[in-house]
């Protein structure tokens, strides 16, 4: 054979061996993956294998993915390959017990009628064909649970909603909310009327209805809810108590200065709608504030009377929360991509013991200010507040997640008179008596807990007004224009989910940030924005305290063509003074923002001129020094 044709023959045999070895060998290996990603983006969370190592019946996951409509979209189809491989890890984890199918809905098919049939949403796009990008699971008994649309915004949280979508399949049963409430609008099983998180809770919730003079917790509640709750009695503070450490999952809403409260009459002697987390936050190492927050930044607006017009004007007490104040690497407060709004809410200070941890889930800005609580409570107008605001210095605490094995408020036993109660909360006499070492009205047997059976999950909120549709439901449309009620729902899904979902860290999106610019702009932003806050809090003030100025002015000398007329010469002088300070602080205002854009512009230009320069330099350098060190060899 000659040498030509051995060659033809060898390589069309290793070809051959080549195809054949990657046939056999990809499924045995197909589980097989090494992750060298920065924050290992291939690789399954323990919470997710525990979930799918443990399915007791078998799910299918049907992957709906238009593929000629996506190719149209680059960040759309890079996202739906991490969908496809992730999905695909699952599947090998999981083995026999997981499923997974793959659909492409052409149009005018049956896989678009199947899409359709299951709730897939279809987005419209600029050509004549829509975007299927959804998911179905289904379980052995035909339970079906959709995400409509696979949002490439959601890649953070992408890992835990497919987690939680299959957990759910093969736990099917809701979780039961028990919900403790004086606020009248949330009560009841939000069927009908209520506030619209409510009814939000009930479309995947049982809900339970606890009365504010209950003597026994329901055994099948698996979460409490407790908003705004006022006036606790020791002996259902022990109840609350022994619950937490038994179940160890509770959202907690509490509020030094309800708004909805107030307009309910609901308020405490010193006229402030308060509630608190009274000795559970003592055990917890939990203290509310007893003033409310204001947050001049971020003030929502609000229309005022004034001077016998309708105008806005922002209201330092109504805060519009930032995604960017919020923890961006937890469950509860990632996906969240609206601000959330509160209504005077209060500050909450963490001193926890050994075994608890306290992370915060929402901060106000760099320069808050309390107010007095009965003064929020009432109708203070935009105007006041600013009177009153006195900047802290640095970030107060609005809501955040308690995490670790909580210790019991009632170390010594049940208060007085608790051991008195039979199971139906009623004086149970010589027979109570002999069982005054349990718990007898958590409707079940057994000693007193000193503390956590289990490690208990908490998340507190510091307002109870975020709750009220009218901070963030538009009253024309119904629409919610905050995030209000997705942070109550995460909450709530989070805190449903089973320890190994707790655990599930929440996944960054596949992105190499420029660190070093972060750092730089976080270093120039820390610089000048507390000076700035506090410099947009004053010329606040100062324009208040013009435009009332004016109005006195304005209101004997109109006809007379001298706005001034009414004012006496301190006022007079009062007003020049504000005009100039105004004019100051504009100009220190403009300037602090020329300063902040000066050096980001200077890191930019630095980094370009790296960037773009630095390699083709460097190559030239070494060849040069190539060249000069061969032209001396070859001299020498």
């Not at 200077?602 to 032209?631: K, M, Q, Y």
């Amino acid at each position: 054979m000659g040498q030509r044709p051995f060659v033809w023959l060898t390589s069309a045999l290793a070809l051959t061996i080549f195809v054949l070895a990657n046939t056999l060998v990809q499924p045995a290996l197909s589980g097989w993956r090494a992750d060298f990603t920065e924050g290992k983006q291939f690789t399954l969370s323990d919470g997710t294998r525990q979930t799918l190592t443990d399915l007791a019946e078998p799910v299918e996951l049907t992957f709906i993915y238009s593929r000629r409509v996506g190719q149209e979209f680059p960040a759309i189809r890079a996202y739906a390959q991490r969908v496809r491989e992730l999905l695909q890890s699952f599947e090998a984890e999981a083995g026999r017990n997981l499923r997974l199918v793959e659909i492409d809905p052409t149009p005018f098919s049956e896989a678009e009628d199947e899409a359709l049939s299951n709730g897939i949403t279809a987005v419209q796009t600029d050509g004549d064909d829509p975007l299927y990008f959804g998911l179905v699971g289904r379980n052995a008994v035909d339970d079906d649970l959709v995400i409509p649309y696979l949002a490439p915004e959601r890649e953070g949280t992408l890992e835990y909603d497919l987690t939680r979508l299959i957990a759910r399949l093969d736990n099917p049963d809701p979780a039961t909310i028990g919900i403790l409430t004086d606020l009248p609008n949330f009560e009841g099983n939000g069927s009908e009327g209520g506030y619209f998180a409510l009814q939000e809770i009930a479309r995947s919730y049982d809900i339970e209805t606890i009365g504010s003079n209950f003597t026994s917790l329901p055994k099948r509640v698996d979460i409490l809810l407790m908003a705004h709750v006022t006036d606790l009695s020791d002996e259902q503070a022990y109840l609350i108590d022994q619950f937490l450490l038994d179940k160890g999952r509770a959202l907690i809403l509490v509020d030094p200065a309800s708004k909805a409260a107030a307009a309910s009459g609901l308020v405490g002697e010193d006229g402030a709608a308060r509630s608190d987390l009274g000795a559970l936050g003592e055990a917890w190492g939990l203290r509310l504030s007893q003033n409310a927050v204001a947050d001049a930044p971020h003030a929502l607006p609000v229309t005022v009377e004034e001077n016998g017009r309708i105008v806005e004007q922002g209201q330092p007490l109504f805060i519009g929360v930032p995604t960017a104040l919020m923890a961006r690497d937890d469950l509860v407060t990632a996906p969240i991509s609206r601000r959330i709004n509160l209504g005077a809410p209060g500050a909450l200070q963490a001193f926890p013991p050994d075994g608890l941890t306290f992370r915060a889930l929402i901060r106000t800005d760099e320069a808050p200010s309390f107010i007095d609580a009965a003064d929020a409570s009432g109708e203070m107008l935009p105007r006041d507040v600013l009177r009153a605001y006195e900047a802290e210095d640095g970030q107060l605490v609005l809501a955040g997640r308690l995490s670790g094995r909580l210790p019991s408020a009632f170390p010594e036993g049940p208060p007085p008179g608790e051991e008195t109660a039979d199971e139906s909360g009623n004086g149970g006499g010589e027979e109570a008596a002999e069982v005054q070492d349990v718990a007898p009205s958590l409707e079940r047997s057994g000693p007193h807990l000193v503390s956590s059976r289990r490690p208990a999950e908490l998340i507190i909120i510091a307002d109870a007004d975020l709750l009220d549709d009218g901070f963030y439901i538009d009253p024309r449309s119904g629409a919610p224009v905050g995030g209000n009620a997705n942070l109550i729902l995460n909450a709530i899904d989070n805190l449903s989910g089973g320890a190994e979902l707790l655990n599930l860290r929440s996944r960054t999106p596949d992105l190499r940030p420029m660190v070093r610019v972060d750092r730089l702009r976080e270093a120039a932003e820390a610089e000048f924005f507390e000076e700035e806050a506090r410099l947009e809090a004053r010329l606040a003030r100062s324009l208040q305290r013009l435009e009332e100025l004016r109005a006195i002015g304005a209101s004997g000398g109109f006809f007379s063509g001298d706005l001034e007329a009414d004012l006496s010469t301190v006022e007079r002088a009062e007003l020049a003074d504000l005009r100039q300070t105004v004019i100051e602080t504009r100009t220190r205002l403009r300037e602090i923002e020329r300063n902040y854009r000066r050096s980001i512009d200077r890191l930019e230009g630095v980094l370009r001129l790296f960037n773009i320069w630095f390699g083709p330099v460097f190559v030239l350098l070494l060849g040069l020094a190539v060249w000069w060190h061969r032209e001396r060899q070859a001299a020498g």
